[in-house]
């Protein structure tokens, strides 16, 4: 197997849940070096929760995560420290700062991470506010931004640190049909140019068939994967007709 098709994300055997109340069981995908990953859906499958647990923000009641061959859900220390310098995350709100300007924003994690000369964190913030396009405006504050513009901060902040993966959740929620599909072709420009991978939650179909190299798409119903490939084979020949609805957006 070749470099660029290695599994950089294994998710194996995973179950979640609060107590009693499992959310997904035994959830099993791999995410190739390099491709753009989307986890879908309908609403309250489980999608953002299952990205919660991928980065480490929650435990799982059982299985594993590993990232780079490192497994998320068990790490500590100096171990769990390096999976987090290889990943990114920008959330759905943008999560922004809105007390400092996107130059300070950006710097944020570079100072926490990193032992480099306060010119040094300004260029390399710089640079990836000129990669999604925002230069002009490091020195805005988030609330003078439109909300296109935040989401691409809020990639710029998520790429500071060179990520391996990069985690988007619902990317391109409240954005009119332009921004959202100028936000698609920033995503597909990244991934050209920087070669990262991508892991998407969404359900915006135009986002899928447009960025999305393969899904898993999730049911709250079963708890579990009904489905996994590319998003034009699933539409046309998927053997459950539920998923052929949801790609056909049929009632």
């Not at 390099?34 to 990205?51: A, H, P, V, Y």
């Not at 490091?138 to 990069?166: F, N, Q, T, W």
Request: neutral net charge; aromatic residues 6%.
């Amino acid at each position: 197997m070749s470099t660029e098709t290695k599994p950089v994300i294994r998710v194996k055997d995973l179950t979640i849940g609060y107590g009693d109340n499992i959310v997904l069981r035994n959830v099993d995908f791999e995410i190739l070096t390099g491709e753009i990953f989307t986890i879908l859906g309908g609403s309250g499958c489980g999608k953002s929760t299952l990205l919660k647990h991928m980065i480490g923000l929650m435990q799982p009641l059982g299985g594993s995560v590993l990232i780079d061959g490192t497994d998320i859900v068990t790490a500590q220390g100096s171990d769990r420290l390096g999976i987090l310098r290889k990943i990114g995350i920008a959330y759905q709100n943008g999560a922004l700062f809105g007390s400092m300007n996107l130059m300070e924003n950006l710097c944020l994690a570079l100072e926490e991470f990193t032992d480099l000369p306060k010119d040094a964190m300004e260029m390399i913030a710089r640079m990836k506010l000129k990669s999604v396009g925002l230069e002009s405006a490091a020195y805005k504050m988030p609330a003078e931004l439109s909300g296109g513009m935040r989401k691409r901060a809020a990639i710029a902040r998520a790429l500071s640190l060179d990520p391996k993966v990069l985690f988007l959740d619902e990317p391109s929620a409240g954005l009119d049909p332009i921004t959202s599909a100028q936000l698609d072709e920033l995503i597909l420009k990244l991934s050209h140019s920087l070669r990262i991978t991508f892991v998407i939650v969404t359900h915006e179909l135009s986002s899928i068939f447009t960025v999305a190299n393969r899904v898993v798409m999730l049911d709250k119903n079963t708890k579990t994967i009904i489905a996994t490939g590319k998003p034009a084979e699933l539409r046309d020949h998927s053997d459950n007709p539920w998923v052929r609805q949801f790609f056909n957006r049929q009632a």
